[in-house]
């Protein structure tokens, strides 16, 4: 239970309990923020932001979360372009010297692993802000957290994930941490773009009931959560590959009128072209706290990690 001076690489470190630690201290840092009075829980404290892949999200809001508790943010958004790895340093090398500097590095990197790789370097608690098409641990515990917010629970549920489930890392922490729960599964996707067999393996190991579908139509009656993300482009070595797919699943009124009053909507953003616009205002459509809420479990994330 315990995570401090722990690195956060994976979903597979979160536990049921674990998970409703990190909801808990969301709640609190929720209250907290909202209070409009900026913690000094972090002061004098530095967090470094190295992003190797680019990001709108996640960066500004674990920076906003570090700032907000009172401590100081240093950051690179184009490690990729512009840090000594074009000289060909290595990433264990690199956080070497970045852990000499900050008290905590998050990270984003295009290649699966390749933030656990440079963890080993680091002196400092690393977190995961996304490798590869494999993980996305914070992105998965504030999906997961909006549920919990909206529905009250997550036992119980019948949960929809719905597009790229090879290639959408989100979709892969979310699988991974649902496993924790009694939920129900329901995996939409083309066959080409299926869930990958290990997290498949997973999930029957945890006995979660799960179907595998094409069709959304045939099942959003029957989701209380539809989880969608876009078809990830930058994944594809064929983009003609990718062309077939971009239109597969686009959330709208019509589509969105045959889902439960009740159910819920929820995408990591950004979107492109599976949620159109014309649904933001759909009381069901949570995309946009999804936002909020990811400050709120970033700032949790913070204070565990330092053991505050
Ligand atoms: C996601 C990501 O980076 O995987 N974005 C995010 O962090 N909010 C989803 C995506 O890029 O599709």
């Known amino acids: 239970m315990n995570f401090k ?4 690489l994976s979903t597979e470190q979160f536990d049921r309990d674990r998970i409703l630690k990190v909801f808990y201290e969301a709640l609190k840092m929720e209250k907290s923020f909202n209070s409009k ?8 404290k530095i967090l470094a932001t190295v992003f190797f892949e680019p990001s709108t999200r996640t ?9 907000r508790l009172g401590g100081s943010v240093i950051s690179n958004s184009a490690m990729m372009q512009t840090s000594s790895i074009t000289k060909g340093e290595s990433l264990s090398d690199t956080a070497q010297i970045l852990s000499r500097f900050a008290d905590v590095i998050v990270m984003r ?13 680091s002196k400092v608690p690393v977190i995961n802000a996304g490798d590869g098409s494999h993980d996305h641990p914070t992105q998965g515990l504030l999906d997961l957290h909006t549920i919990y917010k909206e529905k009250g629970k997550i036992d119980g549920l019948t949960i929809g994930l719905v597009g790229d ?8 922490s979310q699988a ?10 329901c995996l939409v996707s083309p066959a080409e773009l ?6 498949v393996a997973l999930l029957k190991t945890k006995r979660i009931p799960f179907e595998v579908k094409e069709d959304i139509l045939k099942v959003i009656k029957n989701l209380d959560v539809i989880s969608t993300n876009r078809i ?20 709208n009124k019509e589509v969105l009128n045959r889902a439960k009053r009740d159910s819920i909507l929820i995408n990591p953003l950004p979107r492109v072209d599976e949620l159109s616009p014309e649904i933001d205002d759909d009381p069901r459509c949570k995309h946009f706290e999804q936002v909020s809420n990811g400050v709120y479990v970033r700032m949790a994330l913070l204070k565990l990690v330092f053991g505050f």
């Open 176 to 185: 991974r941490l649902l496993s924790n729960f009694k939920v129900k599964l």
């Open 37 to 44: 009075k900026n913690s000094i829980l972090m002061k004098g």
């Open 232 to 251: 990830q482009e930058e994944r594809f070595s064929d983009k003609k590959e990718f062309e077939k797919f971009r239109n597969k699943y686009v959330f």
């Open 194 to 199: 299926a869930l990958q067999e290990e997290i």
């Open 5 to 8: 001076g722990q690195h956060i």
């Open 165 to 172: 489930l090879k290639y959408s890392r989100v979709f892969h």
């Open 59 to 67: 960066r500004f809001s674990f920076e906003t979360a570090m700032l």
């Open 109 to 121: 990197h295009p290649r699966s692993n390749a933030v656990s790789e440079f963890a080993l370097g």
